[in-house]
């Protein structure tokens, strides 16, 4: 019998989703099962006390890490009110107010992307390696997340008619009230959307917080790595699972926001 | 309100759109637009897309400020003074209905922005006039649905009900028709003319479509290249235009060439009556199609196409040595092709330009 190609292309399409979501699932399901599955005993406290059983292992690594845990809180804290406060208006600038090179300038702000951390961080530190180094961890997170911001809120404007700004105006609300009662209400799904993006980079993000880390002030995925590399794999395994768990209701919270009914705008 | 717009010009990026040399036909220098909307009339200004009549309507609103000349209310030059501040109302051809808003708070807006608070409505005059808005658009039923869930013509409405509700002195219409099938559009135009009568506020309304120019105006402005070409009573226009851009852009036109023959001025259709003034240059006839009648001692034409549309016969006529003539006959009266007929022109008709 022949299978009709249409078939064979659907079912390799599936095949193939099918494999890329196993390969970035993978590496989570193995860091699980590595947190969970071994044997009882999984290291040596410094002051000597072994540390035994799912639950001590977890009381374990919040002990070391807690401090960093705090440090990647505050971090996110800052940066996602930062990234939208800054990258919002910067989007209704692009899109609303084009100016000569607009354009250009957009596609150019989206480059730190691509710009390797080791490149922002010793960036970073020539121009104001004198700031306190929280601040500086703060600008880097934003180099890398303020782009996401000026993406998803640009996307929104475009998605949404101009005119219904003039009408607005044409029916007496001065630019404030029109931004309040209009614009803002129709961003609303992209704003959440944009800053659980930010979340979760900044969150996750290692390259430049690793870099400016100090002994003092490490981020989390940045004391992660020194947990692999110096403790046993069970240990960094149940650390990565802390790290995640915020990230999942994010994660989540950004699938949900797919439906309809969220994207035609907020009720007044 | 009085409206006027007194030598204006806007340019879009040193590119001229209404007013200046907007057609670059050189012979209109830096000549603004000058033009006047009657209080309680409905103006229209009609025009090819390019022609700058949504440009004209966007320097009224405010939404867009001229290079050059004034802008009238009562007198008041409103040069500067923003969208929100002027008492305008204005229907955007997108509608530009808010879609997180009910068509109830749609309605509402108009009545509880800044320029309507500094009024002192109460909440209980806004609900009163929503009611009462709604209710000249037959909206009742509708207040509590989104936009989206909302067909065309009734989007339409609430965008009309919208810009009426807080009562403005100038209510702008921006193509309000355009993205209306057909058979739609002759009802809604119907129920907006006679609403727009009852209403006995300053109208301006751009369109391209000359049936509803011609059902709409009080005054009909033909906008051609940044500038007025004429303008007067619709009908006039129709019958009288002042060359052959307006006799073809609202309707149907055959423009006859006029020869002097001795005296007389002779067309393909025949001698023209001594009565008519022939102007200098060279002249055209215009012949509306419906201008044409069957009659057995006329010029003999050939019948090249023939269909009946209905409400007429539609007949394109072969004149022996002369243009194809479209002529609209009495419905189920035309020949079929092929045929030979005679054909003149309906006592009165025609007009020379």
């Given at each position: 019998m022949r299978i009709p190609p249409r078939r064979i292309a659907r079912q390799t399409g599936i095949a193939w989703t099918a494999a890329t979501a196993l390969a970035l699932v993978a590496p989570i399901l193995i860091t699980i099962w590595g947190a969970f599955s071994h044997s009882e005993f999984y290291g040596q406290r410094s002051e000597g006390a072994p540390v035994q059983g799912t639950a001590d292992l977890f009381r374990y690594v919040l002990g070391i890490w807690g401090e960093a845990l705090l440090h990647s809180a505050a971090l996110v804290a800052a940066v996602v009110p930062l990234a939208l406060l800054l990258g919002a208006p910067a989007a209704y600038a692009f899109r609303r107010r084009p100016f000569p090179g607009a354009r250009w300038l957009e596609s150019a702000a989206l480059a730190p992307l691509a710009l390797p951390g080791i490149a922002l961080a010793v960036a970073l530190i020539e121009t104001a390696g004198g700031a306190p180094r929280f601040l500086l961890l703060v600008a880097g997170h934003l180099a890398y997340t303020v782009p996401l911001v000026l993406k998803t809120v640009g996307n929104a404007l475009s998605g949404f008619d101009p005119a219904l700004e003039s009408a607005a105006k044409a029916l007496g609300a001065p630019p404030v009230e029109t931004t309040r009662r209009i614009v803002l209400p129709l961003l609303v799904p992209s704003l959440v959307l944009a800053a659980l993006l930010v979340f979760a980079v900044s969150w996750g993000e290692f390259n430049v917080s690793f870099l400016l880390a100090t002994p003092l002030l490490q981020t989390f995925p940045a004391a992660l790595y020194s947990t692999y590399t110096t403790n046993s794999f069970p240990v960094a395994a149940a650390a990565t699972i802390v790290f995640l768990l915020p990230v999942v209701p994010a994660l989540l919270a950004i699938q949900a926001l797919g439906g309809e009914e969220f994207h035609r705008g907020l009720p007044a | 309100?009085?409206?006027?717009?007194?030598?204006?010009?806007?340019?879009?990026?040193?590119?001229?759109?209404?007013?200046?040399?907007?057609?670059?036909?050189?012979?209109?220098?830096?000549?603004?637009?000058?033009?006047?909307?009657?209080?309680?009339?409905?103006?229209?200004?009609?025009?090819?897309?390019?022609?700058?009549?949504?440009?004209?309507?966007?320097?009224?609103?405010?939404?867009?400020?001229?290079?050059?000349?004034?802008?009238?209310?009562?007198?008041?030059?409103?040069?500067?003074?923003?969208?929100e501040k002027r008492d305008v109302g204005v229907v955007f051809q997108s509608y530009a209905l808010f879609p997180h808003l009910t068509v109830r708070q749609n309605i509402a807006f108009g009545l509880t922005t800044a320029r309507y608070r500094r009024q002192g409505h109460t909440p209980a005059e806004v609900?009163?006039?929503?009611?009462?808005?709604?209710?000249?658009?037959?909206?009742?039923?509708?207040?509590?649905?989104?936009?989206?869930?909302?067909?065309?013509?009734?989007?339409?409405?609430?965008?009309?009900?919208?810009?009426?509700?807080?009562?403005?002195?100038?209510?702008?219409?921006?193509?309000?028709?355009?993205?209306?099938?057909?058979?739609?559009?002759?009802?809604?135009?119907?129920?907006?003319?006679?609403?727009?009568?009852?209403?006995?506020?300053?109208?301006?309304?751009?369109?391209?479509?000359?049936?509803?120019?011609?059902?709409?105006?009080?005054?009909?402005?033909?906008?051609?290249?940044?500038?007025?070409?004429?303008?007067?009573?619709?009908?006039?226009?129709?019958?009288?235009?002042?060359?052959?851009?307006?006799?073809?852009?609202?309707?149907?036109?055959?423009?006859?060439?006029?020869?002097?023959?001795?005296?007389?001025?002779?067309?393909?259709?025949?001698?023209?009556?001594?009565?008519?003034?022939?102007?200098?240059?060279?002249?055209?006839?215009?012949?509306r199609p419906e201008d044409l009648v069957v009659d057995p001692g006329g010029v003999r034409a050939g019948v090249a196409e023939s269909r009946g549309l209905g409400p007429y016969d539609r007949v394109v006529l072969r004149l022996p040595g002369g243009p194809d003539l479209l002529a609209h006959l009495p419905p189920g009266t035309a020949p079929e092709a092929g045929a030979i007929l005679g054909i003149a022109l309906r006592p009165g008709a025609g007009h020379l330009l």
């Open positions: - | 309100m009085k409206v006027s717009l007194e030598n204006v010009s806007y340019a879009y990026s040193e590119a001229p759109v209404l007013g200046g040399d907007a057609g670059n036909t050189g012979d209109t220098g830096d000549q603004g637009i000058s033009l006047d909307l009657r209080e309680g009339e409905t103006t229209v200004v009609i025009g090819p897309s390019g022609s700058g009549k949504s440009t004209l309507l966007r320097l009224l609103a405010g939404l867009l400020h001229p290079r050059t000349g004034a802008v009238r209310f009562d007198g008041r030059d409103m040069v500067g003074v923003p969208t609900d009163r006039r929503v009611a009462e808005t709604a209710a000249l658009l037959a909206l009742e039923a509708l207040l509590d649905r989104r936009p989206t869930e909302l067909s065309g013509g009734e989007q339409q409405r609430v965008a009309v009900a919208r810009a009426l509700a807080p009562r403005p002195a100038l209510l702008l219409f921006d193509e309000p028709l355009s993205a209306l099938d057909a058979r739609l559009r002759r009802t809604v135009r119907a129920d907006l003319s006679r609403l727009l009568a009852s209403l006995g506020t300053t109208v301006l309304y751009v369109t391209h479509d000359q049936e509803e120019a011609l059902l709409l105006a009080d005054h009909l402005v033909v906008l051609n290249r940044g500038q007025i070409v004429q303008q007067g009573p619709p009908l006039d226009l129709y019958r009288r235009p002042a060359d052959p851009f307006v006799a073809t852009f609202l309707g149907e036109a055959n423009l006859l060439p006029v020869s002097r023959q001795g005296g007389r001025f002779v067309t393909a259709l025949g001698t023209l009556p001594a009565t008519l003034h022939v102007p200098e240059g060279k002249p055209l006839l215009l012949v």
